[in-house]
């Protein structure tokens, strides 16, 4: 069971990751380890690279062999193997408004070659996860922003992703919305031992539910460790009785980059979700 435990190789790993679109360096050398189970947060200003890096990691961004493994596998090498493994939320809106909530799970389900024998319940079985059951044969357009997310989420879950990557799951979102759809997501953590990498912009979030966490800026990891151990070193670092909280921590890392167009609230991002919600 330990040798088993041991054996299992780790979820997500990035060795000197690099991707550029043109001059623009979007990932630059970037090193990191996501261990098979734990909720990772992934944080950063807007155009710190953290969509790109996830994009690097599904496979819908071509990468050299030897930069990214998904559960031992190489995306370059075994492209397929990696998409089999993965769950995944865009932050674009994935879920078609002229469908049923069950007709936008069941497509997914056949795109991600869910078998035809297990379809019909595998279907029943996501939509029951994110507690869709009573809405699932309404069209998708009649759905609050909250309730898209959890749709979204239900056709991410599947193909009982291994590791689901979510980018910004909770942006434009009410509390109340967001509370929900991190809810569902631990239910399922806890009932599957999946892993999750997810980006947001909410301190708070990430603090309550991210293991550990990684602020990103300009392409690259500046800081990285659970929430509390990144409060205590800058708590420690300044030394002067003084509470910081992660949003603290990160401002204190970026430095000036978070006022630079990059602030966590940024008005881009907010517009684009509200556009994707609806
Ligand atoms: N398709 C693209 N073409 C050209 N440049 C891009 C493209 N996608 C991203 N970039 C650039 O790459 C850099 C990283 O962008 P990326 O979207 O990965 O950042 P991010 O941290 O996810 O930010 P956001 O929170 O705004 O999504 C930015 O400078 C961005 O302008």
Same mark, same amino acid.
């Given at each position: 069971?330990?040798?088993?435990?041991?054996?299992?190789?780790?979820?997500?790993?990035?060795?000197?990751?690099?991707?550029?679109?043109?001059?623009?360096?979007?990932?630059?050398?970037?090193?990191?380890?996501?261990?098979?189970?734990?909720?990772?947060?992934?944080?950063?200003?807007?155009?710190?690279?953290?969509?790109?890096?996830?994009?690097?990691?599904?496979?819908?961004?071509?990468?050299?062999?030897?930069?990214?493994?998904?559960?031992?596998?190489?995306?370059?090498?075994?492209?397929?193997?990696?998409?089999?493994?993965?769950?995944?939320?865009?932050?674009?809106?994935?879920?078609?408004?002229?469908?049923?909530?069950?007709?936008?799970?069941?497509?997914?389900?056949?795109?991600?070659?869910?078998? !035809?024998?297990? +379809? @019909?319940?595998?279907?029943?079985?996501? *939509? %029951?996860? $994110?507690?869709?059951?009573? &809405?699932?044969?309404? =069209?998708?357009?009649?759905?609050?922003?909250?309730?898209?997310?959890?749709?979204?989420?239900?056709?991410?879950?599947?193909?009982?992703?291994?590791?689901?990557?979510?980018?910004?799951?909770?942006?434009?979102?009410?509390?109340?919305?967001?509370?929900?759809?991190?809810?569902?997501?631990?239910?399922?953590?806890?009932?599957?031992?999946?892993?999750?990498?997810?980006?947001?912009?909410?301190?708070?979030?990430?603090?309550?539910?991210?293991?550990?966490?990684?602020?990103?800026?300009?392409?690259?990891?500046?800081?990285?460790?659970?929430?509390?151990?990144?409060?205590?070193?800058? !708590?420690?670092? +300044? @030394?002067?009785?003084?509470?910081?909280? *992660? %949003?603290? $921590?990160?401002?204190?890392? &970026?430095?000036?980059? =978070?006022?630079?167009?990059?602030?966590?609230?940024?008005?881009?991002?907010?517009?684009?979700?509200?556009?994707?919600?609806?």
């Amino acid at each position: 069971m330990n040798a088993e435990r041991e054996a299992t190789p780790e979820a997500v790993v990035c060795s000197g990751l690099n991707y550029a679109f043109g001059e623009t360096k979007a990932v630059d050398g970037l090193d990191l380890s996501v261990s098979a189970g734990e909720c990772f947060g992934l944080l950063g200003p807007n155009g710190a690279g953290k969509t790109t890096a996830i994009r690097c990691v599904t496979t819908l961004l071509p990468v050299p062999p030897g930069m990214v493994t998904v559960f031992g596998h190489d995306p370059a090498k075994e492209k397929m193997a990696v998409r089999r493994l993965l769950g995944y939320v865009p932050q674009q809106l994935s879920a078609d408004g002229g469908l049923t909530g069950r007709e936008n799970v069941s497509l997914f389900a056949r795109v991600f070659d869910v078998s !035809r024998r297990e +379809r @019909a319940a595998r279907v029943t079985q996501a *939509l %029951e996860a $994110v507690d869709l059951t009573d &809405a699932a044969d309404r =069209l998708a357009k009649t759905y609050s922003g909250g309730m898209v997310r959890r749709l979204e989420l239900a056709q991410a879950l599947v193909s009982a992703p291994r590791l689901l990557m979510l980018d910004e799951p909770t942006i434009g979102l009410d509390p109340i919305a967001r509370t929900s759809v991190w809810e569902h997501i631990n239910a399922v953590r806890k009932a599957t031992g999946m892993t999750v990498l997810v980006t947001t912009h909410y301190m708070d979030e990430a603090d309550q539910y991210c293991d550990r966490v990684a602020l990103m800026h300009k392409g690259t990891i500046r800081a990285l460790g659970t929430p509390e151990q990144l409060r205590t070193e800058l !708590r420690e670092r +300044r @030394a002067d009785g003084s509470a910081p909280t *992660l %949003e603290d $921590v990160f401002r204190d890392v &970026a430095g000036s980059g =978070l006022d630079e167009g990059g602030d966590f609230r940024d008005v881009r991002s907010t517009r684009r979700t509200a556009s994707r919600v609806g």
